[in-house]
């Protein structure tokens, strides 16, 4: 079975109804194993695939994911667009715990290069706007006539993990950055270099560690187990309205990035 669409994530998407009657995939790829079998199933008339990204049981932390594994398995299985699934940590007061973002921008502030284009094969991937205007249209229209609170626009900072930052560090990435999370980057660069479509449901569990209260882990699960419900109503709303046909050239990277 192929899929044009996938969801990258998360706590309690695993288990969503949209994945009722899935089938399940083992994908093999040039990179080594996903994070996880692929769960493809029919949803509203699209076909759809899952893949956890830190596995179902949440084994595998940001470090040690095999994005390139990740990426190519879904592209196999003909995914053209992907909607990422992300808890962040909040680096500004208007961003409070339990809202949903949908990032318009990104800052790596991450310490490794993860790319398909590794040579013989020279590309230079364009990335002024990382995430797909299409697919983030789509899902702010859905939170908006749903009217669940988000944010329509807001810059991604993404450190490596899978420590959280330090007083210093997080006093600095406020001055640059609205939400902090571990994973956008490289998912976001590999989806672009394959000319997937990708933009990403962020929810906020905590204040990273700027705030009074600084982040820790019971927090993040408590508040990504609230979150979860919101994000999966915002996909089974956002699923039926993708359309086969692109208005996006996100298609068109790879090749324009020829060297
Ligand atoms: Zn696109």
């Known amino acids: 079975m192929r899929a044009r669409i996938a969801i990258i994530g998360g706590t309690g998407i695993y288990d969503s109804e949209i994945f009722e009657n899935a089938e399940i995939f083992d994908v093999k790829t040039p990179h080594g194993k996903p994070s996880d079998s692929i769960k493809i199933a029919e949803y509203k008339g699209m ?8 596995g179902r049981n949440h084994t595998i932390p940001p ?7 990740n990426l190519h398995a879904l592209k196999t299985v003909g995914v053209e667009r ?12 208007d961003y409070e715990r339990g809202d949903v973002v949908f990032p318009d921008q990104l800052i790596d502030w991450g310490k490794n290069v993860i790319t398909f284009y590794n ?11 990382p995430f797909c205007p299409e697919l983030r249209d789509i899902l702010i229209g859905v939170a908006k006539s ?26 600095m990435f406020r001055q640059f950055g609205d939400i902090i999370g571990m ?3 490289p998912e976001a660069v590999l989806a672009r270099e394959l000319g997937i ?16 209260e600084p ?17 999966e109503t915002i996909l089974k709303a956002a699923i039926p309205k993708i359309p086969e046909k692109h208005s996006c050239d996100c298609a068109e990277a790879p090749e324009k990035a020829k060297f």
């Not at 479509?197 to 009074?212: E, F, K, L, M, N």
Request: proline share 3%; with cysteine; aromatic share 8%.
């Open 47 to 54: 076909k759809v695939a899952l893949l956890p990204r830190h």
């Open 119 to 129: 040579g013989p094969d020279v590309r230079h991937i364009a990335f002024a706007d």
């Open 146 to 171: 749903l009217n669940i609170k988000h944010h329509s626009k807001g810059v991604y900072l993404r450190i490596s993990g899978p420590r959280f930052s330090t007083r210093a560090e997080s006093m």
């Open 82 to 93: 992907i909607i990422g699934t992300a808890a962040v940590g909040s680096l500004k007061k």
């Open 215 to 231: 982040v820790d882990v019971q927090t993040v699960v408590k508040t990504m187990k609230e979150n979860a419900k919101k994000v």
């Open 63 to 69: 470090h040690k994911i095999n994005f390139q594994a």
């Open 197 to 212: 479509c990708y933009a990403v449901i962020a929810t906020v569990t905590d204040y990273d560690v700027w705030a009074d």
């Open 183 to 185: 994973t956008c980057v």
